[in-house]
């Protein structure tokens, strides 16, 4: 596994196993046999309500913690310095660990200026090896970096070959923020898998569509973390490292941007209301 190194020093692997929308009762399962697969990274969240079974897989796997990156988020309700500090703790114990690798505040709302002063001295104290957010479009990534002791490491956000985020990605570059892509397929919306260009790629180095999608987010330096259940599918997510994406082959992919995302809009009312209603409502949906 091939691994990018953050500001701070500290290597990140550029591909990882993403547990959303995984329910606590069979998401223990998915995390040891995706680590069996060969994933190090693990990115939950609090708002996953499955930080517990990731811990017990954690405790199960046998390999040993500190070959692990793991990765968890502090959610709306939690924002603020006390809360976030609070939140911490909770995850901390529902994982079973005693320091993360990577800490996000997960949504840009609420006084996650708070939250961050919070990251700060977490970082500080050594309980967590990096500091991050999700979801922050360029405007507040910006303002927040201009504001703070210490500037966020990674940006966790929706990039796949339908939204492509150029200028976003120019302004991470320059800030020094890792990009981290969730929802690398977006789920397969608009028709994702049955684009001619992705499927020509992939028969071309005798891949599938979801594997050049893959190798097309690490090429460009961004770490991905996609999702399964499946042993066969995450063997197949893995296996994106034998083989390389031409200069031809990376523009063919360029055009297919739609500017546009297919998961999570938060520059939309009607998506910002949704994301407050899970506070009161939480059945896991795209967040």
């Known amino acids: 596994?091939?691994?990018?190194?953050?500001r701070n020093g500290v290597k990140m692997p550029l591909e990882g196993f993403g547990v959303f929308q995984i329910p606590e009762d069979s998401c223990e399962q998915a995390v040891l046999d995706a680590i069996e697969a060969g994933y190090r990274l693990i990115d939950t969240a609090s708002s996953y309500q499955n930080e517990e079974a990731v811990g017990r897989a954690i405790r199960n796997c046998g390999?040993?913690?500190?070959?692990?990156?793991?990765?968890t988020k502090a959610y709306i309700e939690q924002m603020g310095y006390e809360k976030t500090m609070e939140a911490f703790d909770?995850?901390?114990?529902?994982?079973?660990?005693?320091?993360?690798?990577?800490y996000l505040i997960h949504m840009p709302f609420g006084d996650y200026y708070g939250s961050w002063r919070a990251l700060e001295e977490l970082y500080n104290e050594g309980k967590i090896r990096a500091i991050?957010?999700?979801n922050f479009l360029p405007d507040r990534l910006l303002d927040l970096s201009y504001n703070v002791n210490i500037q966020p490491m990674v940006d966790q956000i929706e990039h796949h070959p339908h939204y492509q985020r150029a200028e976003e990605l120019a302004l991470m570059k320059e800030l020094q923020v890792q990009p981290e892509a969730w929802a690398p397929f977006a789920e397969g919306l608009r028709g994702m898998f049955d684009e001619p260009v992705l499927?020509?790629?992939?028969?071309?180095?005798?891949?599938?569509?979801?594997q050049v999608i893959l190798r097309w987010n690490v090429q460009q330096g961004i770490v991905v973390i996609p999702k399964s259940v499946h042993k066969e599918r995450m063997a197949e997510n893995l296996d994106i490292w034998d083989f390389?994406?031409?200069?031809?082959?990376?523009?063919?992919i360029t055009a297919l941007d739609q500017n546009e995302p297919s998961m999570l809009d938060?520059?939309?009312?009607?998506?910002?209301?949704?994301v407050y209603d899970y506070l009161n409502n939480p059945v896991l949906t795209s967040l």
Do not use: Q, W
């Open 244 to 252: 390389t994406l031409s200069d031809e082959e990376m523009t063919k």
């Open 63 to 71: 390999v040993p913690r500190s070959e692990l990156f793991i990765t």
């Open 132 to 134: 991050g957010v999700c």
């Open 90 to 102: 909770t995850s901390l114990k529902k994982l079973g660990l005693t320091y993360l690798d990577l």
């Open 199 to 210: 499927k020509e790629i992939a028969e071309n180095h005798g891949k599938t569509p979801a």
């Open 1 to 6: 596994m091939e691994t990018i190194t953050l």
């Open 266 to 274: 938060t520059r939309k009312i009607s998506e910002v209301r949704r």
